[in-house]
């Protein structure tokens, strides 16, 4: 299908088992089919879960509504984060985002591992997925760490001439080391005042050896100049080159420490090649782990919802539609048409004094059938 129709969100909805539920599931997808594919869809089968008495399933739809939305946050930064880490290549972002290896939207329809409808899948959806949020947060930020102190190496590296590192620009020859008398200095001539310093710096201080200056190196604005003279003029020879708009740097020629330098850079990019590739193997499973967990609330919820409002015995039909873009108003239509003889049971049960979860007109669309909306665009690309 043509891509730019399908939806990244799917639509969970479920409705009560006609005579069967197969004839709820045929009269959907004959509805939505008719008047071009208003959707595509798929049964989406959840196992008889254990009922509780009212009271547990309303507690629980509670709990499932924030359950979800934790699970929705931690798939959500997790697939963010693969976004950083790939540094927003989309298409390689897009790939590496699978559950259990399929694409998401094969995903629905795939996963049938379900729990019991008892607190134990609470607890151990939410421990898994509270482990992945905590490992996420350790691992970002060390990785993040590594990414911030090679770029500040990298700055320093490039920016002007007057601040930036100049180990990999200088040599040992361009420099009068071990000298009792002499010193070299480096200085930053701007381009437009380079004549002037020809003419000037053997003659800025006294005992500024002859035709010891060389170009060592250029930027877009500057020269990076040295120069050799005798110990006790500098501080002359510093005043005096601040008039011309000559600038001495603040340089001691150490070989030892420009090295460090260097091997520093090499050690930062090498860990960071290093911990790119298990780092992202790592983001790839759990983002598949968390995305699963995420169905298993989901289902969850569809079950406890379809409970509270169809009544026992349980006899519903959940089923997984994925709007096309064009059509999504004249969908949400045919699925009133539908359903809509479900409004009178639902009348009642607003009517009532207790409060269903679900049924709270303020935080979400109410619909006569059970719906909840999945949105599948994980990533805000900047």
């Given at each position: 299908?043509?891509?730019?129709?399908?939806?990244?969100?799917?639509?969970?909805?479920?409705?009560?088992?006609?005579?069967?539920?197969?004839?709820?599931?045929?009269?959907?997808?004959?509805?939505?089919?008719?008047?071009?594919?208003?959707?595509?869809?798929?049964?989406?089968?959840?196992?008889?879960?254990?009922?509780?008495?009212?009271?547990?399933?309303?507690?629980?739809?509670?709990?499932?509504?924030?359950?979800?939305?934790?699970?929705?946050?931690?798939?959500?930064?997790?697939?963010?984060?693969?976004?950083?880490?790939?540094?927003?290549?989309?298409?390689?972002?897009?790939?590496?985002?699978?559950?259990?290896?399929?694409?998401?939207?094969?995903?629905?329809?795939?996963?049938?591992?379900?729990?019991?409808?008892?607190?134990?899948?609470?607890?151990?959806?939410?421990?898994?997925?509270?482990?992945?949020?905590?490992?996420?947060?350790?691992?970002?930020?060390?990785?993040?760490?590594?990414?911030g102190n090679l770029q500040?190496?990298?700055?320093?590296?490039?920016?002007?001439?007057?601040?930036?590192?100049?180990?990999?620009?200088?040599?040992?020859?361009?420099?009068?080391?071990?000298?009792?008398?002499?010193?070299?200095?480096?200085?930053?001539?701007?381009?437009?005042?380079?004549?002037?310093?020809?003419?000037?710096?053997?003659?800025?201080?006294?005992?500024?050896?002859?035709?010891?200056?060389?170009?060592?190196?250029?930027?877009?604005?500057?020269?990076?100049?040295?120069?050799?003279?005798?110990?006790?003029?500098?501080?002359?020879?510093?005043?005096?080159?601040?008039?011309?708009?000559?600038?001495?740097?603040?340089?001691?020629?150490?070989?030892?420490?420009?090295?460090?330098?260097?091997?520093?850079?090499?050690?930062?990019?090498?860990?960071?090649?290093?911990?790119?590739?298990?780092?992202?193997?790592?983001?790839?499973?759990?983002?598949?782990?968390?995305?699963?967990?995420?169905?298993?609330?989901?289902?969850?919820?569809?079950?406890?919802?379809?409970?509270?409002?169809y009544g026992l015995p349980?006899?519903?039909?959940?089923?997984?539609?994925?709007?096309?873009?064009?059509?999504?108003?004249?969908?949400?239509?045919?699925?009133?048409?539908?359903?809509?003889?479900?409004?009178?049971?639902?009348?009642?049960?607003?009517?009532?004094?207790?409060?269903?979860?679900?049924?709270?007109?303020?935080?979400?669309?109410?619909?006569?059938?059970?719906?909840?909306?999945?949105?599948?665009?994980?990533?805000?690309?900047?």
């Amino acid at each position: 299908q043509d891509k730019g129709t399908k939806m990244t969100e799917f639509w969970l909805i479920s409705a009560p088992g006609e005579k069967t539920c197969q004839q709820t599931w045929e009269k959907l997808h004959a509805a939505t089919t008719k008047h071009n594919n208003l959707s595509t869809n798929s049964k989406f089968n959840i196992p008889d879960l254990k009922v509780g008495t009212l009271d547990v399933l309303v507690g629980l739809s509670d709990e499932l509504a924030k359950l979800d939305a934790f699970v929705e946050s931690v798939v959500k930064k997790v697939a963010q984060y693969m976004a950083d880490v790939l540094e927003d290549s989309k298409d390689k972002v897009q790939e590496n985002l699978l559950a259990n290896g399929g694409l998401l939207e094969q995903q629905w329809q795939a996963e049938h591992k379900f729990y019991s409808l008892d607190t134990v899948p609470f607890l151990f959806i939410f421990k898994g997925v509270n482990q992945i949020d905590n490992d996420l947060k350790a691992r970002a930020s060390a990785y993040n760490n590594l990414k911030g102190n090679l770029q500040n190496l990298e700055r320093k590296n490039a920016g002007s001439l007057l601040t930036r590192s100049l180990a990999d620009i200088v040599k040992k020859e361009d420099f009068v080391l071990d000298s009792e008398y002499l010193v070299t200095l480096l200085v930053i001539v701007p381009k437009l005042n380079y004549n002037d310093w020809v003419k000037q710096y053997e003659t800025l201080a006294e005992m500024v050896v002859p035709r010891s200056s060389n170009v060592l190196f250029e930027d877009q604005d500057s020269y990076l100049c040295n120069v050799t003279l005798f110990r006790k003029a500098v501080d002359d020879f510093k005043h005096k080159a601040r008039e011309y708009k000559f600038m001495v740097r603040d340089f001691q020629y150490n070989e030892e420490e420009m090295k460090a330098d260097k091997e520093e850079m090499n050690r930062l990019s090498t860990d960071k090649k290093k911990q790119f590739g298990p780092l992202v193997r790592w983001l790839k499973v759990n983002f598949s782990e968390a995305f699963i967990a995420w169905i298993h609330v989901k289902a969850l919820r569809v079950f406890v919802e379809s409970v509270l409002r169809y009544g026992l015995p349980v006899n519903f039909q959940a089923m997984l539609l994925q709007p096309n873009k064009k059509t999504m108003k004249k969908l949400r239509e045919v699925l009133y048409d539908l359903y809509k003889h479900l409004d009178s049971s639902a009348a009642a049960i607003i009517d009532a004094t207790m409060d269903i979860p679900g049924l709270n007109l303020s935080q979400q669309e109410y619909y006569p059938y059970v719906y909840y909306k999945i949105d599948c665009n994980l990533l805000e690309f900047k």
